[in-house]
């Protein structure tokens, strides 16, 4: 069974300050995704990475993904009010089929206070 | 910039009453997919819908569940006969074919879900 698995689940940080979000997933995948929501909101995409270990950065956030540690982060530089959010990681359950059917871990709430 | 639109928003089913979602996938997208969430929690996959049929569905999606493409753009699920435990908000989502290399899954707003 795939399993995806997030930490912390809680972060309360500080404005200005740098930190990392892990995600670990147990199996083989082709795709990694990131995703962010506000509460009571749709699921935002932040990043979509590829298993040849691409990083990507948007403002603030960088994701990366290690293949064979099957791993990713999500560095947060320099925290805004403005990030305070839920993020998640999910992985596709990739078994031959076919895609999309994403394995979400519990998201990450994440808390910027001045 | 294109999105996936729901409705309803939110409805209130009295338990045992069907229930059709509503979504309107991005217009040039092939995948189409159903999610749920408890509020703030684990999002949950249900089923993926590719070429007028179902490709892949989960342990959650059993009989009481049915997706349909009824008119080439919306994209429905039906829940037959509401139990207390379908409070819950499900999410439609799309994407394009696989191949892509930014392949992203668009997520629409969400139809929260309240039985009685």
């Known amino acids: 069974e795939l399993k995806v698995e997030q930490n912390p689940l809680f972060l309360s940080m500080q404005e200005g300050k740098n930190y990392t979000i892990y995600c670990n997933y147990s199996?083989?995948?082709?795709?990694l995704y990131w995703y962010r929501q506000d509460p009571g909101k749709s699921l935002e995409s932040l990043f979509v990475?590829?298993?040849?270990?691409a990083v990507k950065q948007e403002g603030r956030l960088m994701a990366s993904l290690d293949t064979k540690a099957r791993l990713s982060t999500l560095h947060i530089t320099a925290a805004v009010h403005d990030l305070s959010a839920t993020y998640f990681c999910?992985?596709?359950?990739?078994?031959?089929?076919?895609?999309?059917?994403?394995?979400f871990g519990k998201g990450t709430k994440l808390s910027v206070k001045p | 910039e294109p999105e996936v639109t729901q409705t309803p928003s939110h409805q209130v089913t009295q338990m045992g009453q069907e229930v059709i979602l509503r979504c309107v996938p991005i217009?040039?997208?092939?995948?189409f997919y159903w999610y749920r969430q408890i509020l703030g929690q684990k999002v949950e996959f249900l089923v993926s819908?590719?070429?007028?049929?179902?490709?892949?569905k989960s342990e959650i999606f059993d009989d009481q569940f049915s997706v349909e493409r009824p008119d080439g753009s919306n994209f429905t699920l039906k829940i037959r006969s509401t139990k207390l435990e379908d409070s819950i908000m499900y999410f439609c989502?799309?994407?394009?074919?696989?191949?892509?290399?930014?392949?992203?899954?668009?997520f629409g707003e969400g139809s929260w879900l309240t039985v009685v």
């Open positions: 989502a799309s994407s394009e074919e696989p191949g892509y290399e930014a392949n992203t899954i668009y």
């Open positions: 199996t083989t995948s082709d795709r």
């Open positions: 990475l590829l298993s040849n270990g």
């Open positions: 999910a992985v596709e359950g990739w078994d031959g089929g076919s895609q999309g059917n994403l394995i």
């Open positions: 217009s040039n997208h092939l995948y």
């Open positions: 819908f590719y070429n007028n049929e179902i490709s892949e």
